[in-house]
Structures are given as C-alpha cells and as structure tokens.
C-alpha cells in the first residue's frame, strides 16, 4: 500500500522503524512546526488584507505615497494618477484590483505546497501520512484551476511595473523631489514583488524550457542561467514579499489617518 492510501493514524513504515496506531509518522522532530507557522502567517495575512481592502475610510494615500493594495487606484474619486476606471460609488477599491495579484499568490508552487500542508494535511510534511484516505492530485475540478498560475504570471509581471512606479512617484512630492521613510518603503516593496515575480517557477520555465539545444537560443539561456540562482531562493521571497506588502499598507494607512507622520530624509517635501 503506497503511503498516499494510508488514513490518518496508520502505521507507518519509515526507516525500517514502525509507527504506532495513533502515529501517522516515525518522525521524531518537531515536523509540525512548520506547517503551525504557515498556517498563522497566511492565516495573519488574509486577516490583514480583509481588513485593508474593506477599511472605512480606507486612508490608503498619503500623498506621494500610495498603498499597493489600491495601486493601480482606478476608481473615479482616486485622489492618485490612475483612473478613472471604475464609479465612484464602489467603495472598496481594493477589492477591484486584488484579484490579479491574489491569484498569482494563491496559485504560485511554494505557496500551494504551504497551504496544502499546512491547512489539509495533504501530507503536513516529508514522511508524515497523509490525512486523507485519498489524493486526487490537481487534474480536476477545482484544483486544476491552479493550472492558470502561468498565465497569472503575465498579470503579475505588469503589477510589479506598476509598483516600480509607485516607488518612483513615492520621491516626487508637492514641492520637487525628496524621500522619506515612505518613499525607502515603497522602494523596498517594489524589490521585492520583483524578486518574487522573475523567481517564480513559471518565469524559470519560461526562460529556459521547451529547449533541447541552448546554444541555439542564447538570450534564453543567458535569462535562465540569471534566475535559476534566484529561483532556488523563491519561498523566501515569498514570505519576504508578503510581510512587507502588508507592512507598507500599514505604515500609509498609519501615515494617512495621522498617527504618526512620514519623517522626511532628504530634498524637497
Ligand atoms: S511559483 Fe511562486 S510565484 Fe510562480
């Protein structure tokens, strides 16, 4: 019986040592630790997020610095660049553009290998028996949705643009060119949105698959050679990118509601 058919609390053969009844694994190491923590990072962060994209009032712009949960601000009353997209009486922009980058998150190969473990036990780790009786794999209904994270990726790439811009315009305030500590958080998103985006798996095929002879396809190759290093990094980016996603949104909401004010560096304000 291979290990995928087992159920919960069967024993387990690893090693040539034998589990017992109640245990579905002979590992002896703190193996849950792992699928706990995922679990509270992401559970934090759909809190987080819920809570950015319905928040009245949503104090998401404190000018020049915009959330990149709104960017790109396409709603008609949007006090930024953008728009005007969508009326002014839909009340939580957010909601209108999240869905792109939600997607490319939700679908991403580190993240599903997270969340699989973490919230489904499907299996929680590395030699560990799998909760469930049966394992259906991604080739139906509905996990083969996940299937849409290449071309997710494509959306992706264009979110990252955009908050590259939001950085920029993140030094340009009312009276010429400054920074402050706003304008070096946005900066720093932006990195990294980028390092997670061109380190995604889908990127590294893109780049180097579908190729028998890389000598015939010499700027692919220079491509994947540059982000395979980076690829191997792709769950740290991951969790990096999501903490300070989160993390900016607060410092404006924080900036715009008038807690505490964005301390200028240097230029103009
Ligand atoms: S594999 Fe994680 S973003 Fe593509």
Redesign the pocket.
Known sequence: MSILERGPGTPVTIGGVRGGPQTPTSRRDLWWVQPVVVVLGLTAFVADGLWAALRQPANYYANPLLSPYYSPCIVSNCKYVYGPIIPSWWTYPALAVLIFPLT??LT????RKSYYRAFWWAPPACAVADARPKYTGESRFPLIFQNI?RYA?YF?LIFAVILSWDAITAFRFPHGVGMSIGSLILLANAVFIWL??IS????RHLCGGNLNVFSKAPVRRWLWKRISPLNEH?MLF?WMSLVWIAWTDFYIWLVAAGFIPDVHLLGAH
């Open positions: 490319f998150r991403c190969y580190y993240y994270h990726w992706a997670y985006t995604c798996h889908s990127c792709h991951a």
